[in-house]
């Protein structure tokens, strides 16, 4: 199969009003992209294929946002942090980690990496992703 | 990951030029400087530098890294030619953000490697203080603030999907500062005073630095402060905290600037007037801002790359500077380069081992919270100051020994990262 001019950007976020957090797989090396692109960056493969991410995580660092990356757009989503999120899937990425607190902050370094969850939030006229901690049990 | 091939053949630099780093629009000798007298005037002092003349430049390269927004233009190495008589030579513009001018070097030395060009320029100039008005003509300034800075910056970062997800944009400030903390078990107290002895030593070697923006010491300002002791100073609400472990004190001074070099084949440096410094390689990587620890990543492959090619060994480098517009790249690089011995160079930096008289030199210009941060043209003031203090004339901030060998590591750009070899040749 040939490379395809598709609009992969457009399709992830269609699939994230339906509810849907999607990637894409390589065919040939098996890799997830996510968020998803149209070549493998693991092996240069250009068959991939949509696959829904189960949003199972961990997050495996984290600092706390500051005076320069608290933005008035994301102050409804406090407390959270920024971190680097390992999605069960494969790929790591940076992205918002909700339920982070100035408090629990030291004991969740300590725990690292630390379970979350993806969830898709509305903004304003999109949906996006961001992550959520997972209580335990 | 990339396998450099070596140069069709070697290229040496052999004139270099920098205006002052500063605020133009709040000094009424500079008020009105405008793109064609900063590029022109940095170019023309590189090439008085090499003692050549217009003429004798084949090509030139031009760097901005917001040309649209702070200029009003979108090719603007076009209006910069006449300014220092180039007109109707060919020439190209780019734009890799706070690495435009690591890369600016990359280009030239390119340029010449392939043996298209014999003699190249390859300059870069930027307001970072200051923005074009439009329909107005170019002495027309007005003052460039924060807000607005911060609103374009983040057009750095991808729009598919980084910006949506709000992090990468914003997880660089304390990322790298994070990682050192956790990897070497670093209090967080222990890392706040890294950081602060970092940007001392950024400002005691910009004390002595005629281009430079900020020229007055922390001790200066401590006492100034009502305080006996700097480090209670810089720990004060005088110096807040910005996040995690960022303070104020190891944030970029974003100002205006140019800078210019000057490289030719190293058979032919000789016959101009310095002594030729041999650019051995250049190692380059890049990271989009949503990959995690982009900086860590990026440079230990960009510094993989160039010791591969060249062959140097990290104990060779006598010299080193880090593009440090977030304060913390000063050391993590410098470790990754092997300039400083890994989980202990913090130790080298509350010293004052790296200041330019301790015995491991970084940014004796002051880097980017104290020399400034002209953006684009930040890399060719670093090459500039490497080039002086490799020839010996940097007066009283001239480092203990002699450096033979020198290496600057690039960083900006969403995120670009470079690590480049220089070496005076015998």
Known sequence: ?137 | MSTLGKYSRSVSIIGVGCTPFMYTLDNPETAGLTEGEMFGYAALKAMEDAGIEAKDVDFYFHGQASPMNSSNYITPNMQVADWFGMRGKASIHHSEACCTGYLALEQAVNAVASGKYDIVLSGCVEFGDSLAIPDKPAHFRKKFPMEEFLRTTAWIYDRAYTRAMMSGPVICFDDAAALYATEYNLSDSQMDDTLNHMSINNRRNAAKHPLALMRKEYSELAKEAGFDDVMSYMRSPYNPKMGDYLRVSGMEMKCDGAAAVIVCPTEMASQFKQTPIEVLGIGCAALEGNQPHLEVRGTQEAVRQVYEVTGVRPEEIDLFYANDFIITSHLISAEIAGYLPKGEGWKYVCEGRTAYDGDKPINTNGGRTSFGHAHAASGLADLYEAVMQMRGLCGERQVKNLPKTTMLRGFGGGQNLTATIIRTVD
């Open chain 1, 1 to 137: 199969m040939g490379v395809k001019l598709e609009p992969v950007v457009r399709t992830f976020y269609e699939e994230l009003e339906k509810g849907r957090i999607m990637g894409r797989r390589c065919k040939r090396c098996g890799a997830v992209e996510f968020p998803p692109v149209l070549a493998c960056n693991t092996c240069s493969g250009t068959d991939m294929e949509w696959i829904e991410i189960s949003g199972r995580a961990k997050m495996t660092s984290l600092i706390m946002p500051s005076v320069l990356s608290t933005k008035p757009e994301t102050l409804d989503l406090m407390p959270f942090c920024l971190a680097c999120v390992e999605i069960e899937e494969g790929p790591a990425v940076n992205a918002l980690v909700r339920g982070v607190t100035k408090k629990n902050r030291a004991e969740l370094l300590k725990k690292m990496p630390v379970p979350v969850k993806a969830e898709i939030i509305q903004r304003e006229g999109y949906k996006t992703v961001v992550f959520t901690l997972v209580e335990e049990k």
